[in-house]
């Protein structure tokens, strides 16, 4: 019998890879000189982090950025500059994702995240096959909506706690280190590819009892 059923994926830099540098690059062309000081490829801050942890909306985000680079910005440029983190889904994720469901996993999202990102994450634009990230998991837990952030260690008890699931039977994939050592403390079983990298082979050397 095997003891992991639910496997906890990141979504940025496991199921998408990640390109904080084309990030920079678009909210500098909108003004903003210091991106690359504000912008971090984990945890936001600032109002960055004030969006992605959910205690400002899209429309106040989109006012503040415009307050900081003296002009008008739209909300279309808000998210085309967000969604420059992601640089591809590469094929092989979607692949395994579906796969991993079809062995009888359940796959959860837990996020660092926001509403500029999920605008395009959450549409059927995400795939390139006319499907959202929510076809190929059976839940999602993002840190906009849930007023937390990883690595809080509130947020992975919230997520326990709604999936009804001991830490002890799951799996966490995340490319940042932070996130995997309190996940760790929670007693959840951890994952640490780097970002972009393939990890639809190994991961089944961490499902095994």
Known sequence: MRSIDTIIFDLGGVVITLDQQQAVSR???????????????????????DLEGGKIDAETFRQKLSLMVGHEVTIEQCNYAWQGYAKEVPQRNLDALLRLRNEGYRLVLLSNT????????????????????????????????MKLMKPDLNFFHQVLLAEHVSPYDCLFLDDGLRNVAAASQMGIRTYCPENGADWTGTIYDYLEP
């Open 27 to 49: 909210f500098e062309a909108l003004g903003l000189s210091d991106a690359r000081q504000r912008l971090n490829a984990y945890t936001q801050e600032g109002i960055f982090g």
């Open 114 to 145: 926001n509403p500029c990102m999920m605008a395009w994450a959450d549409s059927p634009d995400f795939d390139g096959h006319g499907h959202s990230v929510r076809h190929y998991f059976d839940a999602l837990y993002l840190s906009y909506e």
